[in-house]
């Protein structure tokens, strides 16, 4: 799969059998009552090695289909504001250099969803590997969505 961002064409790769990032670079969180503002009526769930690469499957799709739809804006701006030409939408996503956040839960239909936090810079004070957070501004820095892996819906997508 490839994907194009500012111009620049890099190869995605994702192996069948192994997740492709480092323990360093996220964190499955344990839903607590604390964090109920993700869900409601759920319990909590665990990972296993097969669903964080379906996710990241399902993940590099969307981020795909979101970006066309990024440059299709942009070029319609562009066309539409001659004097005031962009680069960039400022709402393209990425995934390189990105750390991540997975809380995965168990909805009332007994059907498995996750809530995904992506962020490029980790807030000071912060144990990321274990406190959810969610930012009010930062751009495309910062991200986050739902997938339920019952379905293979990708819902509400949030960027900053």
């Given amino acids: 799969m490839y994907m194009s961002c500012k ?5 995605v790769e994702t192996k069948k059998d ?8 996220y964190t499955i969180l344990p839903f607590s009552e604390n964090r109920g503002y993700y869900f409601k009526n759920v319990k ?13 499957e399902l993940l590099q799709k ?11 804006a942009l070029v319609k701006y562009n066309k539409e504001n001659p004097l005031y030409q962009e680069e960039e939408t400022g709402d393209e996503l ?10 995965p839960v168990i909805n009332a239909k007994e059907e498995k969803e996750v809530w995904i936090n992506f ?7 912060l144990n990321w590997k274990t406190a959810a957070f969610s930012t009010m501004s930062g751009g495309n820095c910062y991200y986050r969505f739902k997938i339920n892996l019952s379905t293979k819906e990708i819902y509400e997508l949030q960027i900053d």
């Fill in 44 to 56: 909590e769930a665990t990972l296993s090695t097969k669903e964080l690469i379906e996710i990241e």
């Fill in 62 to 72: 969307m981020i795909v289909a979101h970006n066309s739809a990024q440059a299709k």
């Fill in 7 to 11: 111009g620049q064409n890099t190869s």
């Fill in 18 to 25: 192994s997740f492709p990032l480092a323990k360093t670079e």
């Fill in 94 to 103: 990425e995934t390189n250099g990105f750390k991540r956040q997975y809380l």
């Fill in 119 to 125: 962020f490029c810079k980790v807030p000071k004070n």
